[in-house]
């Protein structure tokens, strides 16, 4: 027999059980069948007659050896086996979102923001979901819902209006979208929503016509501007009466009214017409699905804003941006719109209102434990700035326009591309936005609707303020993960509209 690396066979001198070691003591405890125990085949008894009548078993020298010194080498196996095992096992394939390799991020190490465990959740509330209260038979008068800018301000605007409707007992005209300004282009109602879909799923909550009687049609309606109003603006107070002696009125809701201080009738209007009613037609919705299905899976889908217009008009100040932005920026700026300075400007960068640019989400990216190999979406419009800065990190990177064909592209009126990027941005298997805009607000809103939380929005007053502060490397990625992580689990930063939406706790 030999010892050692060898094959080992013989009886324990305490039992009556024999072990076997296999091909190797350090072997046998990476692998179940490496060391077995048998019993004898024999009783006990009839082996202690044997042995007085035979003696005890002869032993060669090197197996005398072996028995007085087996401890020598079991010992050290049974401390060395694990770490041999660690060694020597095949790398398990990471799972989505995984920890990123050494070197990756700066100070997260092993964490990873979605795998952290969640102490509250906002899901939709119960109440306006059931059936609704009815409204009266008769009604005031009819009402056009004017709305402005680009689709997620046109559906902001049109979700207020829903709910201004059944404050006033109105019947509601399909609502005009007016795009010119924004988009250069003319395209309506129809050519982004279903109809059809939208007046069957507000039944009940407030009535919405395609159509009005034509002599009430044969004039236009009589324009009531609420849109300027600050502080609470109180509609039945002020709009009511234009309804009553016109009987046909166009209004944009006002940006600064209080949902909260509605009835619960309106707010049901409102919740139900926003997040229950409001489908993407047929044609673009088709366009969309065909446009996620061909986004590597899984993915994050990033609305990226570091736009001239918007990094003009927030009045901010960066350092080390190339000329070609610069210039951009001051070309978007106009007048009256200075740049601030002094204890004003780092004032309000710690406020958070300064966009944070490419290079600085591809930091937190990082901070917060996402691979740079993940794939991204880039739910963006045309003219980011600066994008290398955050390419140069996260490669994968895919947007509308590098996965549809050019002939698609051109085609497509801006409110349909913001309809893709809307689509896809909800049905991601996550979602990060770097500033909270109309579409964000949105699209966290319908994620929570169907239960997606895979949902995060960047704090730029935690990076402002902790760069402030000297911040920089391990200690900076260490901050923003803390501070993300705070909102993560207790489910902040959504803003979602609470007379909708509930806070559970998990």
């Not at 993940?374 to 290398?388: F, K, V």
């Not at 800065?389 to 895919?398: Q, R």
């Not at 000297?470 to 501070?483: N, S, T, V």
Request: proline share 6%; hydrophobic share 40%.
């Amino acid at each position: 027999m030999t010892c050692g690396v060898g094959t080992w066979s013989g009886a324990h001198p305490l039992t009556d059980r024999v072990v076997v070691l296999g091909s190797g003591v350090l072997v046998g405890f990476l692998s179940p069948r490496a060391a077995t125990v048998h019993r004898p085949i024999r009783s006990s008894a009839f082996t202690r007659r044997l042995r007085r009548r035979r003696g005890p078993p002869a032993m060669s020298p090197a197996a005398a050896w072996c028995a007085q010194n087996r401890l020598r080498f079991l010992l050290p196996a049974l401390f060395l086996a694990p770490v041999v095992y660690f060694l020597l096992s095949p790398p398990s394939s990471p799972p989505f979102f995984s920890i990123p390799a050494s070197g990756e991020l700066p100070a997260s190490g092993s964490r990873v923001i979605w795998a952290q465990r969640r102490l509250v959740e906002w899901r939709p509330c119960g109440w306006w979901q059931t059936a609704p209260v009815p409204a009266p038979l008769r009604r005031n008068g009819y009402v056009r819902i004017d709305c402005y800018g680009g689709l997620n301000q046109l559906r902001r605007d049109l979700c207020d209006g829903i709910g201004v409707a059944r404050l006033l007992n109105a019947t509601m005209v399909l609502p005009k979208f007016e795009v010119a300004a924004y988009w250069n282009e003319s395209s309506g109602f129809a050519d982004v929503f279903d109809v059809d879909y939208f007046i069957e799923q507000t039944r009940g909550y407030v009535e919405i016509v395609k159509e009005i009687p034509a002599e009430i049609a044969s004039k236009e309606p009589f324009k009531v501007d609420c849109s300027k109003r600050k502080g609470h603006f109180d509609y039945v107070e002020s709009v009511l009466p234009a309804l009553l002696e016109h009987q046909y009125i166009s209004l944009t809701p006002s940006a600064n009214q209080r949902r909260d201080r509605y009835p619960s009738y309106a707010k049901a209007s409102y919740c139900q017409g926003c997040y229950n009613a409001l489908r993407l037609n047929k044609k673009v919705e088709s366009k969309a699905i065909e446009l996620l299905q061909t986004i590597p899976k899984p993915f994050v889908s990033l609305h990226l804003r570091f736009e001239p217009d918007m990094v003009a008009y927030s009045r901010c100040a960066y350092t080390g941006l190339s000329s070609k932005s610069l210039d951009s920026i001051e070309a978007a700026r106009g007048e009256g719109r200075m740049v601030l300075t002094g204890d004003a400007a780092r004032l309000w960068r710690n406020r958070g209102k300064c966009p944070l640019t490419p290079s600085e989400t591809a930091f937190i990216l990082q901070a917060l434990g996402i691979p740079t190999s993940t794939n991204i979406y880039l739910a963006a419009g045309d003219g980011l700035m600066e994008l290398e800065g955050f390419t140069s990190v996260y490669k994968n990177i895919y947007t509308k326009s590098s996965l549809l064909t050019n002939e698609d592209f051109e085609r497509m009126h801006g409110n349909t591309k913001a309809a893709l990027d809307y689509y896809v941005s909800i049905n991601s298997d996550a979602y990060i936005a770097t500033f909270f805009g109309n579409m964000d607000k949105m699209v966290t809103a319908m994620r929570t609707m169907q239960g997606l939380q895979k949902t995060l929005v960047l704090s730029r007053r935690a990076f402002a303020n902790n760069s402030a502060a000297g911040l920089a490397g391990e200690q900076l990625a260490k901050a923003m993960w803390d501070a993300h992580r705070e909102e993560y689990i207790r489910g902040r930063g959504s803003a979602l509209p609470e007379q909708c939406f509930c806070e559970f706790r998990l």
